[in-house]
């Protein structure tokens, strides 16, 4: 075995080997191409023929509903005629997908990644919308998208603002979150708000699923300067609904990392602050309220890695505790998800954790009571385990772990440990980070035949019937979610 | 990068943009290089992404992120040029020579060719996240940002390419031990 130094050093020479000049001619031919070769103008990103241009219309928006709270009227958008029936739509775009019946042309360049060949069967028979986020690989842009579990109407989340729906914002968004009834999602929007200080970062938004904007969060800046170089990104819905728990850092100012609570109506936090600041001074992500809501789950991740120990929040009183063993991991990662979960009594929390070295090659799902007490390893020790998820019904934990050729399995356990099932051991594509169906009848999970920026979403009955694909544009899929309303 | 500069030629400066070139190429042809293992290739994907990084700039919202946004297109006709390279790419063996050889030479050149065949089966994900962070110096998560993956993705990446190569370069260090008479 060599040393961490010696290989350092070998790496270092092997990376520096000085030979990084450019032939002339390269370069010359560069600008000879560049200048016939004409630059492509942005597009109207999802275009309104309603609409007002770009960050004007959100000021403008911004503006009146400044006016209206100041004036104590409490605002909210009209029923939007326009955005009732998704089909009517002008300008939403359709992915490539044959699945997308919109039958409306695309606002913007049509993806160029189309499914070779198709990974499982489409047509899943069940309730409810999928949300996700799916990367563009040339901007980098995230988009929300939504789709029937059926694998059709994918449409992006397009957020409606002004009276009607009529302004559509610019920018993109991601982290979709469901809010529990289903009928709102919550999503982080990536664009500077004209009505906050400059320097406003990423902000959470509050939609229906036609994208009718709802409110932001905060709900309203009377002081935008207290928000200046601050980015909301919604985490965790309290089961009732009325709180939301949002992941917040500055770009400037750690004393004003961490999470903070949106009340919405009916809450005991509702007061003048838009939201309430429960941890600081750490990058905590929010993961789950307990059923009862008097307690989140979060991770208090490095601020330069998304990963860090598991801890509780009693909201009431603000203190923590730490759930995960000593020295162990959880991510906090939108492509793998949230990493651990209650059971549906609030009596139990399911985890993916590291050894106590933090290796990566050593991750276990393990079952805790409450208070962290009885922490019990539910598997054996593998590869890149980062989610253990109860079921809604509370009977099943769901998994992943590699398989075969290092690729991963969906697998399920009962909470004692018993009845370990691969759900996915005759699906020859890879498949993680399985989500429950609101009726805890499936699992949709991201599966790729190659690497993880090729996958398509699939829905893993766990009665083992037919595995049945959804989306039918390979991407990297991020923070997926099944909601319980259907559109 | 300079911000004037950037937004000059995101209005349609050529010239601005020639100067952007001028001042970037070696920096994205070494990464290109790195990825790629070809420099053949590395100059067509710098070239394929200079072009296209003059199109695309009127798209880019925000000039400061110039880098970053360079990065990403870069990698990506980078992934866009590899698959021509499996037809033809050859093996370099280091091969013993008459001449007189610093040992300390042979074994740096014999690690270089180590790890060089064990990138060469990482897969181009892997590669670009390895590249960027030890070669350009990015922190995982500016790697992660540049190009447009979770935090976590480029974690994963990074850490089975390093394994791999740390395997390669223990394996043919145990060789040598061995050749050597001395226990592995």
């Known amino acids: ?487 | 990068m300079d911000r004037d500069l950037v937004e000059r030629a995101r209005d349609g400066d050529q010239a601005a943009f020639a100067r952007i070139a001028d001042e970037t190429s070696t920096t994205l042809f070494g990464v290109a290089r790195r990825i790629l293992r070809d420099p053949g290739l590395a100059e067509d994907a710098l070239q394929n992404a200079l072009v296209m990084i003059w199109r695309k700039l009127p798209t880019l919202r925000e000039p400061e992120r110039f880098e970053a946004w360079a990065f990403r297109i870069l990698v990506h006709e980078c992934y866009a040029e590899a698959p021509r390279a499996r037809q033809w790419a050859a093996t370099v063996r280091l091969l013993p020579t008459d001449r007189p050889s610093d040992a300390d030479e042979i074994r740096s050149i014999g690690d270089r060719d180590e790890l060089d065949r064990a990138f060469r089966k990482l897969s181009l994900d892997q590669r670009a996240v390895f590249v960027l962070h030890h070669h350009v110096g990015l922190s995982l998560v500016a790697v992660a940002e540049t190009l447009g993956i979770p935090d976590g993705t480029a974690r994963s990446r990074l850490h089975y390419a390093t394994r791999a190569l740390r395997a390669a370069f223990d394996a043919a260090h145990a060789t040598d031990l061995v050749e050597e008479g001395r226990p592995a």
């Open chain 1, 1 to 487: 075995m060599t040393t961490d130094r010696a290989f350092e050093l070998a790496i270092r020479d092997w990376l520096d080997d000085g030979r990084d000049t450019v032939p002339r001619a390269a370069i010359d031919a560069v600008h000879l191409a560049v200048a016939t070769t004409p630059q492509e103008r942005p597009m109207p990103w999802r275009r309104s023929s309603l609409a007002l241009p770009g960050r004007r219309a959100i000021g403008a928006v911004a503006a009146v509903v400044a006016l209206a709270v100041l004036a104590g009227i409490v605002w909210r958008p009209s029923p939007n005629p326009i955005a009732a029936s998704p089909s009517a739509l002008p300008s939403v775009m359709t992915s490539g997908s044959p699945a997308a019946s919109s039958g409306v042309g695309p606002s913007s360049p049509p993806s160029t990644r189309q499914s070779a060949v198709p990974l499982a069967p489409i047509g899943y028979a069940g309730n409810g919308t999928i949300a996700f986020s799916r990367d563009d690989p040339v901007l980098g842009d995230t988009t929300t998208w939504l789709i029937d579990p059926s694998g059709e109407h994918e449409v992006p989340l397009v957020v409606r603002t002004g009276w009607g729906g009529a302004t559509e914002l610019p920018g993109s968004g991601c982290c979709g979150l469901f809010a529990p009834d289903g009928r709102t999602i919550a999503v982080a929007y990536d664009e500077v708000n004209p009505s906050r200080a400059p320097g406003t970062l990423r902000t959470t938004t509050r939609v229906d699923l036609e994208g009718t904007w709802i409110g932001w969060v905060p709900e309203f800046c009377g002081a935008c300067v207290s928000i200046e170089g601050i980015n909301y990104v919604p985490r965790a819905w309290s089961p009732d609904g009325h709180i939301l728990a949002v992941e917040i850092w500055s770009e400037t100012d750690p004393d004003r990392d961490g999470i903070h609570l949106a009340p919405y109506g009916g809450s005991t936090l509702e007061g003048p602050d838009w939201t309430t600041q429960v941890t600081g001074n750490n990058r905590d992500v929010p993961v789950a309220f307990s059923p009862d809501g008097t307690e989140l789950l979060f991770v208090r991740v490095d601020a330069r890695e998304r990963r860090g120990p598991l801890m509780a929040l009693t909201i009431v009183t603000g203190s923590t505790r730490t759930i995960s063993p000593p020295g162990a991991f959880t991510f906090a990662d939108g492509s793998f998800g949230p990493s651990a979960s209650w059971s549906a009594d609030g009596s139990k929390i399911a985890f993916a954790a590291t050894d106590d070295r933090g290796s990566m090659d050593h991750m276990r799902v393990w079952v805790a009571d409450r208070d962290g007490s009885n922490r019990t390893a539910l598997t054996e020790p593998d590869g890149f385990v980062t989610s253990a998820r109860f079921s809604p019904d509370g009977a099943w934990i769901a998994f992943d772990r590699p398989g075969t050729g290092g690729r991963h399995d969906e697998w399920i356990i009962k909470a004692d440990g018993r009845a370990a099932t691969n759900l996915t051991a005759d699906f020859d594509p890879g498949v993680c980070c399985g989500r429950w169906s609101p009726d805890s009848r499936a699992l949709l999970v991201a599966g790729t035949n190659g690497h993880d920026d090729a996958s398509d979403l699939l829905i893993v009955p766990i009665d083992g019937s037919a595995i049945r694909q959804v989306t039918t544009t390979p991407g990297l899929y991020t923070d997926f979610s099944w909601g319980p309303v259907s559109r």
